[in-house]
C-alpha cells in the first residue's frame, strides 16, 4: 500500500489474521495540531483504501505501543522520506523498544518523487492556490481545494 500527504497515520499488522492484515492508526492529534479533525483524517483514508479489504482505518489516542498491544499486532511500520525523518523515527524506535520491546519495527524507504512531501510544504503550497492533487490521495486533494480553492 501506497500513503503520502499530510495525514498522521501509523500502520500496523495483526499477527493472528492473515500477514495481509493491515491497520492504519490515526493519531487523535490535538485540533490545532491538525489541519483535518481526527474523523476527517480517518475518513479520508478509509476512502484511499476503500478498495484493500484487508487493511482497516482506526482513530487512537494515546501510546502507539498501548494501541499495538490491544489489537495484538506484533509490528509497526513507518514510512521515511528523508534524513530529517531518519533521525526522528531513531529516537522514536528506541523508545517503542524500551517500552515494548517484543513490538518489531519495519522502516520502508519512500518513493523517490515523495522525498520532498511534507504536510506543511503541501498545505502552504495549497494555501496559495497551487494544485498539489499529484501529490497526494484524491480526498485529500478534493478537501483542501475545499479550504483553498485553485488559482487560474
Same mark, same amino acid.
Given at each position: 500500500?501506497?500513503? @503520502?500527504?499530510?495525514?498522521?497515520? %501509523?500502520?500496523?499488522?495483526? +499477527? @493472528? ?8 492508526? $490515526? /493519531? ?7 489541519? /483535518? ?49 531518519? #533521525?526522528?523515527? /531513531?529516537?522514536?524506535?528506541?523508545? %517503542? !523498544?524500551?517500552?515494548? +520491546?517484543?513490538?518489531?519495527?519495519? %522502516?520502508?524507504? #519512500?518513493?523517490? !518523487? ?10 502552504? $503550497?495549497?494555501?496559495?492556490? @497551487?494544485?498539489?492533487? @499529484?501529490?497526494? +490521495? ?15
Amino acid at each position: 500500500m501506497t500513503t @503520502h500527504g499530510p495525514l498522521s497515520a %501509523y500502520t500496523i499488522t495483526v +499477527p @493472528h489474521m492473515t500477514p495481509e492484515q493491515v491497520v492504519v492508526a $490515526v /493519531f487523535d492529534a490535538p485540533s490545532d495540531k491538525t489541519l /483535518f479533525p481526527t474523523s476527517q483524517r480517518v475518513s479520508m483514508l478509509q476512502t484511499c483504501v476503500q478498495d484493500m479489504p484487508s487493511v482497516s482505518v482506526e482513530p487512537f489516542e494515546g501510546l502507539l505501543t498501548d494501541f499495538v498491544r490491544d489489537r495484538g499486532a506484533d509490528a509497526i511500520v513507518r514510512g521515511l522520506r528523508a534524513v530529517t525523518d531518519f #533521525s526522528v523515527e /531513531f529516537d522514536q524506535a528506541l523508545m %517503542y !523498544k524500551d517500552m515494548a +520491546p517484543e513490538i518489531e519495527q519495519v %522502516y520502508l524507504m #519512500s518513493d523517490l !518523487k515523495f522525498v520532498f512531501v511534507r504536510a506543511a510544504r503541501i498545505r502552504e $503550497v495549497a494555501a496559495l492556490g @497551487h494544485d498539489v492533487a @499529484h501529490l497526494v +490521495p484524491k480526498p485529500v486533494a478534493a478537501a483542501l481545494q475545499e479550504i483553498w480553492p485553485l488559482k487560474s
